[in-house]
């Protein structure tokens, strides 16, 4: 789970179209009574405008401690008994009511992010009253190619084509199996604007999670494309629209950039097949990408294929452990957690927990405060 730093936060609310837009349609979906509930407030700001728009009761979810400053910046704001804060995972959240209105904004750069539509999904299932409204209603997505040299080659050039004499061309691979935030100009692209796929909040499945796309993008001008762009468009309520794409004015989300190993020529009129497949695995997305071109200055045909699989650094040993015929041992460190965990299912303190373990494991903890800081780490994690 992604956390913002206060500074990242503040980037959020210093993006004044995003923010106006979220106001304007806040505006128009709250009504004076209405119950509101917004999925990762952060600093408490659309939570805030909500509560001054008449609702009567607005349920704030944070799972990040930033909460301790929303909650004092709605009483400086007059809503602290308006506002009721909940410090939770929304999907583990419970509320004594449902909801009219459910606002959030916990996309990433795309809104194929972690567990963000898992999240929509569970609250509209239990917390949105008939009737209710989401805000955003919509979200769509588009992809082009893109000339982007510079961001390319800020990826690449540290591992090319030698470092004091080294090869670190291992490092160079990795790099080129992620993606990258990147703000797009119009300029930049060198193929028509594809759409790739709606996710229609109202309607929202567990079988939509997936984005898998094959479409083909057409050059409309000769250039170097060095991968793909992706953004998104916003329908935040009726009449209310938000768009990071490389002509709107720029926003905090950025557009999503998918290099290829290395430029290629286009021509007018070069057709790119490109693939494009995003699923969530644990906590976020794997993404995968492929593309077929020719390339206009040399005639080759080219292949790509890449992974954020491939971009992370596992070794064999890693992959070893996780296989599914792997017979795991646990160490020391497990069975420090167990002592811990089942104290904890006793109704045991954290500070006499802490006396329990530096006592049992004293290898492992050369002092008490050492051990009780490891309880409360555990305590966070999996307490109530």
Sequence with gaps: ???????????????????????????????????????????????????????RR????????????????????????TIEFIHA?????ELPERADVIVSDMRGVVPYHERHLEAIVDARARFLAPGGQLIPAQDRLWVACIEAEDIHRGMTEPWSPQVCGADLGAARELVLNG????????????SAVVHCGTLDYPSLAPDHFRLAVHASLVANRPGMAHGL????????????????????????????????????????????AVAIDARLVGDDYLWTWKARV???ASGADLRFEQSTFLGVPLSSDTLRRRAASYVARVDDDARIDRVALGLMEEGRALGAIGHELAARFPARFARWEDALAHAGELSIRYGR
Excluded: K
């Design 229 to 272: 762009c992706m953004w998104f468009d916003s329908t935040l309520a009726e009449g209310v629209e938000l768009s990071n794409a490389p002509e709107a004015p720029p926003l905090v989300y950025g557009q999503a950039f998918l290099p290829w190993p290395h430029a290629v020529a286009v021509a007018d009129g070069t057709t790119i």
């Design 179 to 190: 993606w990258e935030r990147m703000q797009a100009r119009p300029e930049q692209l060198v």
């Design 58 to 81: 607005v349920y704030a979810i944070e799972c990040d401690d930033i909460i301790g400053a929303a909650r004092r910046n709605a009483a400086a704001n007059g809503c602290g008994d």
């Design 1 to 55: 789970m992604h956390r913002y730093s206060p500074q990242g936060h503040g980037a959020m609310v210093s993006d004044r179209v995003r923010v106006e837009a979220y106001a304007r349609a806040i505006r128009r979906q709250v009504r004076p009574g209405s119950v509101v509930l917004e999925l990762g407030t952060g600093t408490g700001l659309f939570a805030i405008l909500a509560a001054r728009q008449g609702a």
């Design 294 to 296: 020719r390339d206009a």
């Design 89 to 93: 995972l929304s999907t583990r959240a």
